[in-house]
């Protein structure tokens, strides 16, 4: 095969490859290491440079755990089978109105379930003040319908996906079969762009985008306190209603900072849900509150973490591009490497076998986790390791069989 061939067919490779590594990255499931990879690489950068929560300044988070009631719930035949807990919808109805009425927020992720199977007395009053608010989302689920058909405007889907090899939560699929997601929904309000698909690609605005993307988690909520003893979120009744709760023989006032301080909510994302149980989702880095998913969905889609970097896609068509070439020229990476290094391969037996076992670690795996950790740590984006690797592979001992049967016809003449 003469050079200029070789460049030509390195060069198809590489774009095939690259389109195929986006497809790949687009998908909703994890389907290979680079969330092991993740976490392996967020508990070494933990070691050295413990995560901050930059966001108290602009997030109010409620957290509703501590605010259930009872409510009658039926068996699969409609039949009432006894009583199941739901967020108390009079404490919401009142949260909601005062903000409604201040008007000072930014946005309200309200991650409280509102399915049509659950009920309460107050639902009429909060659902007519839900549909009538500005800028405000709550879940709804893939399958489940919501209690009210005057809430279907405010909402965006709440689902992710797991698969049976990767059980924990890795990604976040912003557009569901056609669907579009709560953070896309908060997104596209807030800045009026979208993401439009196009068969097998997507768009946001010039930029190529992804549908689904792994999640850094630059809100974390593990407690309820900073180690410096700074709330992470306020407690629904206790701390911004002023609620009295009976504790043995003594009533508790709860304070009540919703009325007393101004600036509380004052130009804020503010999100309701459940942060201390009964909404924990496991991830790649360890549990994490349902609402702090979604919130950390709409912050990578602000943060245009969706968009794929243009720097990002070069190093790859580089990186592709030499591994092709390699491939076409029957030549494996460490082979490649331990060339350059002793300048030849017919050099000096013992210096070759040395830099050979030095060189073999590096197979087309090693050379794409490198290339992951890169592009995560240096550009916040994270591509697909063990599937490109095989698929290299496939073509490496599809290429060395074309070569041997050539051979074998040649001499065969």
């Given at each position: 095969m003469s050079k200029k061939l070789r460049v030509i067919l390195a060069s198809c490779m590489a774009v095939g490859m690259l389109l195929f590594s986006y497809w790949v990255t687009s998908q909703r499931y994890a389907v290979s290491?680079?969330?092991?990879?993740?976490?392996?690489?967020?508990?070494?950068?933990?070691?050295?440079?413990?995560h901050v929560?930059?966001?108290s300044d602009s997030v109010l988070l409620v957290n509703v755990s501590y605010d259930p009631v009872l409510f009658v719930t039926d068996d699969s035949y409609g039949i009432p089978a006894g009583y199941d807990k739901m967020t108390d919808r009079q404490k919401l109805l009142q949260l909601l109105t005062e903000l409604d009425r201040k008007k000072d927020y930014k946005y309200i992720l309200l991650d409280v379930e509102f399915a049509d199977d659950i009920h309460?007395?107050?639902?009429?009053?909060?659902?007519?003040?839900?549909?009538?608010?500005?800028?405000?989302?709550?879940?709804?689920?893939?399958?489940?319908?919501?209690?009210?058909?005057?809430?279907?405007?405010?909402?965006?889907?709440?689902?992710?996906?797991?698969?049976?090899?990767?059980?924990?939560?890795?990604?976040?699929?912003?557009?569901?079969?056609?669907q579009e997601s709560l953070p896309l929904k908060m997104y596209q309000e807030l800045t009026g762009r979208h993401i439009n698909q196009h068969g097998l690609f997507s768009t946001d605005g010039f930029w190529l985008a992804r549908e689904s993307v792994v999640l850094p988690f630059e809100l974390r909520c593990d407690s309820a306190y900073t180690q410096e003893g700074e709330k992470v979120w306020y407690n629904l009744g206790m701390d911004l209603l002023g609620s009295n709760y009976v504790y043995g023989n003594d009533t508790i006032q709860g304070t009540d900072?919703?009325?007393?301080?101004?600036?509380?909510?004052?130009?804020?994302?503010?999100?309701?849900?459940?942060?201390?149980?009964?909404?924990?989702?496991?991830?790649?880095?360890?549990?994490?509150?349902?609402?702090?998913?979604?919130?950390?969905?709409?912050?990578?889609?602000?943060?245009?973490?969706?968009?794929?970097?243009?720097?990002?896609?070069?190093?790859?068509?580089?990186?592709?591009?030499?591994?092709?070439?390699?491939?076409?020229?029957q030549q494996t990476i460490d082979e490649a490497i331990a060339e350059r290094i002793t300048g030849s391969t017919k050099t000096g037996k013992a210096v070759q076998k040395v830099f050979g076992v030095l060189a073999s670690w590096i197979g087309y795996s090693m050379f794409l986790t490198l290339l992951c950790i890169i592009t995560y740590l240096w550009m916040g984006e994270v591509y697909d390791i063990f599937i490109t690797?095989?698929?290299?592979?496939?073509?490496?001992?599809?290429?060395?069989?074309?070569?041997?049967?050539?051979?074998?016809?040649?001499?065969?003449?």
């Open positions: 290491g680079e969330t092991t990879l993740l976490r392996k690489i967020e508990l070494v950068r933990g070691w050295f440079k413990p929560n930059p966001m309460s007395e107050t639902d009429s009053a909060l659902f007519t003040l839900i549909s009538s608010m500005d800028k405000i989302v709550i879940p709804r689920d893939y399958e489940r319908r919501l209690a009210d058909e005057s809430l279907y405007d405010k909402a965006g889907l709440a689902n992710y996906f797991t698969n049976f090899k990767f059980v924990s939560f890795a990604k976040f699929p912003y557009i569901v079969d056609g900072e919703l009325y007393t301080n101004p600036g509380l909510t004052k130009w804020k994302y503010i999100v309701i849900g459940a942060f201390s149980s009964g909404d924990s989702h496991y991830s790649y880095l360890e549990n994490q509150p349902g609402p702090a998913i979604l919130f950390n969905a709409f912050l990578s889609l602000m943060n245009g973490r969706h968009q794929v970097s243009y720097g990002v896609m070069l190093l790859l068509a580089i990186s592709f591009f030499i591994l092709s070439y390699l491939i076409l020229g690797a095989t698929l290299f592979q496939i073509i490496s001992i599809l290429v060395n069989w074309i070569y041997k049967l050539k051979n074998k016809a040649k001499h065969a003449k």
